[in-house]
Nanobody
Framework: QVRLVESGGGSVETGGSLRLSCRIYGYDRSGYCTGWFRQAPGKEREGVVAVSTSSSRTYYSDSVKGRFTISRDNAQNTVSLQMNNLEPEDTAMYYC?????????????????????WGQGTQVTVSS
């Protein structure tokens, strides 16, 4: 059984930093896409960042590029998201995700329907 267990999140002021981590249990596929989505109240789910576990190619939404960084620890099967220079617009529930397929093409990573496994979510709140 595949489980994604998130940690991190919390509340910070504008300009602050947070780090989210996600450990993936029970998933030993050699190449797949994993990353983070977020959803704010009243808004649609939004792809934040993803990484291909086979090529290490990363994909970022324009709204977080240059501020967020995704990283992987293959030994621990963990994916982390370092979020710097946070803005109130970053306030949302953040979800760790994993797909059965790899994100070889750009068009794959940002569609939430492509991801088969989701964590329980962790709240990030940025105050102005």
């Amino acid at each position: 059984q595949v489980r994604l267990v998130e940690s991190g999140g919390g509340s910070v002021e504008t300009g602050g930093s947070l780090r989210l981590s996600c450990r993936i249990y029970g998933y030993d596929r050699s190449g797949y896409c994993t990353g983070w989505f977020r959803q704010a109240p009243g808004k649609e789910r939004e792809g934040v960042v993803a990484v291909s576990t086979s090529s290490s190619r990363t994909y970022y939404s324009d709204s977080v590029k240059g501020r967020f960084t995704i990283s992987r620890d293959n030994a621990q099967n963990t994916v982390s998201l370092q979020m710097n220079n946070l803005e109130p617009e970053d306030t949302a529930m953040y979800y760790c995700v994993a797909a059965r397929r790899d994100c070889t093409f750009y068009s794959f990573w940002g569609a939430w329907t492509n991801y088969n496994y989701w964590g329980q979510g962790t709240q990030v709140t940025v105050s102005s």
